[in-house]
């Protein structure tokens, strides 16, 4: 009988494939009731269990098999039953697993979290396998099953934990800009503010002010005295202007350039003004 090449090769990885993963056989899914109603079910790596199994609150479920590594039987690294709700969540329950490969777990409702025994869907129930070596892992699912609680006790809960992720948009709703006040509020203060215009007119006389110096000082130095007299009213200006309609980013730049104006233009007009006064004029 001739064979030919590519069946050989098939075959051959078809063996090969067969034994470098790990499988389980014997499969049994029991639930131990103290009611003497059990239940047995059986699974295979192919065939799941087709009933919706239910877990009382006085009922055990437990689940033997044995483990393989393709087709000898041996004791993986990792062997767990993870049992998963609808939403994802999953909790991991350790087999106890012999050399022999012979492996079993038991469940009880009080080995469930909280959040798996308040499932409103049946829970699934999947084998996973896994050990060092060239051998792949398996994940299989083996059986669902419904949990029934006491209806005689309140249900248990839990509080809810805070979950990260997208908020809703927030929409920023910015104050309204700042009115002026009322009118007769301003006219009031600025009344105030030029009755101490005579005020200083006065104080300067009664202090022994002379203005026949105005016309030597300018003479002395005409542009330091001028600029540092406009920037003084210019400031007054600039301070008007941002009470009447302009706002800070336009005030500051204004003040910074009549500042520097003032100081500079200030610094000569003082100092033709000392000089004076080192002279003897008053």
């Keep these: 009988m001739r064979f030919s090449v590519a069946s050989t090769l098939l075959a051959l990885a078809t063996v090969a494939s067969a034994a470098s993963s790990w499988t389980f056989s ?34 055990k479920l437990k689940v ?26 999953e909790a991991p329950f350790p087999l106890t697993v012999k050399d022999s490969g012979k492996g079993t777990v038991e469940i009880s409702q009080k080995d469930l979290p909280v ?22 892992g398996s994940v299989t699912p083996v059986f669902d099953f419904t949990v029934k609680l006491d209806a ?4 248990p809960s839990y509080e809810k934990p805070l979950r990260y992720g997208k908020l809703a948009e927030i929409h920023h709703i910015f104050r309204a800009d700042p009115k002026n006040p009322p009118k007769i509020v301003s006219i009031t203060f600025a009344l105030a503010v030029l009755a101490t215009v005579p005020a200083l007119f006065i104080g ?6 002379n203005f026949t110096h105005v016309q030597k ?14 920037s003084i009213v210019a400031m007054e200006g600039v301070f008007f202007l941002y009470y009447t309609q302009w706002n800070l980013f336009q005030t500051l730049p204004a003040i910074g350039a009549v ?7 200030g610094t000569k007009a003082l100092g033709e003004v000392q000089r004076r006064r080192l002279a003897g004029e008053r």
């Design 259 to 265: 500042g520097v104006a003032a100081f500079l233009s």
């Design 204 to 209: 300067w006389f009664a202090l022994g002010g």
């Design 152 to 155: 005689a006790t309140s249900a």
């Design 64 to 89: 033997t098999l044995t483990t393989k590594d393709g087709s000898t039987a041996k004791r993986p690294h990792q062997a767990f039953l993870v049992v998963k709700e609808a939403s994802g969540l």
């Design 115 to 136: 959040q798996l025994l308040l499932s409103q869907e049946p829970l699934e129930a999947s084998l996973v396998l896994a050990s060092f070596g060239s051998s792949k």
């Design 217 to 230: 000082a300018l003479g002395n130095a005409p542009i330091s005295h001028v600029v540092f007299f406009g």
């Design 26 to 59: 014997d499969g049994t899914v029991k639930v131990l009731s103290k009611a003497g109603n059990d239940a047995v079910e059986k699974f295979s790596g192919v065939d799941r269990v087709q009933n919706t199994l239910t877990l009382g609150h006085q009922d």
